[in-house]
Each structure stands twice: as structure tokens, then as C-alpha cells.
């Protein structure tokens, strides 16, 4: 096997996972397993079983509520996301809806739904999870480079923009118009991001 080295990224959701009190799954294992079968086995069918360890994360992150009586999961995220976000800068119904998304794309590709099979494509959907915990429970100074990221792609979904704005929501005191310009994002888009934060 060869040697296992951890993202910056990969070791700051690890860290959350594992600091967690909220639920008595081991989060973090879930986590490591998926990056361990993705990056370090020769398995054919490694992003199949990394998608498993990521259903069983998406599904137990919140899976606690139910023993408030919170059964349905979009009102467990709700609940979760209003306990955790103390800022208030997450856009919700966009975390929401991404998550519901992000944990039946992995129950698909974990159940061998080969058409949602490509590695390029799973990357990307780990990265929008790993946006989602960091942006929920990261620290402050973690919202910048993800926003630089986010700035970057080429062609960002409606999630991807309000994401963005969440942790604009939070980095507030920056000088974020000249940041932004500097991205290539367009004055217009500029205005409408500050006249969201006003």
C-alpha cells in the first residue's frame, strides 16, 4: 500500500468528525474508510465502497434527531444545521437540498448504479460534502479558501452560489469587492452579493 498522506482538507473534516458529541456513531471512521478505499486500494470496486462509508455518514450525521422524534431527514437537517450554525450563514435550504442530494447520489453509486460511476464525478460530490461539514462546523478561517474554490468553478450551480454566500455571510469584514473582481466575478454580481450581506 502506499503511503497514506492526508489532505489539509481530509485531516480538517476528519477533526470535526472525530470532535464531534452528537452522535454516537463513530462519524470519523466513516469518513477515513471512504478516503482509504478511494485513494489507497487497488479495489475495481474502491468508489463503490467509499460510497457506502459516505451513505452511512450523510444518513447518521443527523441520525440522533430521531430520538427527539424528528423522523422525516429534511427536518432533521433543518433542526441540526439551526443547532450548529450559530452565525447563521448557511443558506439551508440549499445545505438541504445538496445533502439530500449528495446521500441518494451515494446510496445509488454504492448500489452499483454504474451510469454515476465516474471518478471525476465522485470527487467532485466528496468535495461538496466536505463544503457542507466545513461550512456547518469549520472554523472561520477555513470559509476563505473555500470560497476561493467555489469562485473558481467554471459553470456553479444555484447551490454553489448560495453556499458561497453563506461564507461570504460569515467573512463579512473582508474587502470582498476587490477579492471578487480580482476572480473575474462581475461587478453586477458583486453589488448582489453586498446588497445581500447589507
Not at 457506502?52 to 433543518?78: A, D, F
Not at 439530500?100 to 468535495?127: G, M, R, W
Request: glycine content about 4%; proline content about 2%; hydrophobic content about 40%.
Amino acid at each position: 500500500m502506499a503511503e497514506i498522506k492526508f489532505t489539509k482538507r481530509q485531516l480538517d473534516v476528519l477533526k470535526i468528525l472525530r470532535e464531534q458529541t452528537f452522535s454516537v456513531k463513530n462519524l470519523s471512521n466513516m469518513y477515513l474508510g471512504a478516503i482509504l478505499v478511494k485513494d489507497y486500494t487497488e479495489d475495481p470496486e474502491a468508489i463503490n465502497q467509499a460510497a457506502h462509508s459516505l451513505r452511512e455518514l450523510t444518513g447518521y450525521m443527523t441520525y440522533h434527531l430521531k430520538q427527539r422524534g424528528i423522523e422525516e431527514h429534511r427536518e432533521q437537517l433543518k433542526t441540526f444545521i439551526k443547532e450548529f450554525d450559530s452565525l447563521g450563514g448557511v443558506q439551508e435550504e440549499a445545505i438541504i437540498n445538496q445533502w439530500l442530494d449528495l446521500h441518494k447520489y451515494f446510496v445509488n453509486l454504492c448500489h452499483h448504479h454504474e451510469s454515476i460511476a465516474d471518478p471525476k464525478l465522485f470527487e467532485e460530490k466528496l468535495y461538496q460534502l466536505e463544503n457542507i461539514i466545513l461550512a456547518i462546523h469549520g472554523p472561520l478561517y477555513d470559509s476563505f479558501s473555500e470560497l476561493e474554490k467555489l469562485i473558481e468553478i467554471e459553470d456553479p450551480r444555484l447551490e454553489d452560489l448560495e453556499i458561497a454566500l453563506s461564507l461570504i455571510k460569515n467573512l463579512s469584514y473582508y474587502d470582498w469587492q476587490q477579492s471578487l473582481k480580482s476572480k473575474g466575478v462581475t461587478v453586477l454580481l458583486t453589488h448582489l452579493i453586498y446588497s445581500i450581506l447589507i
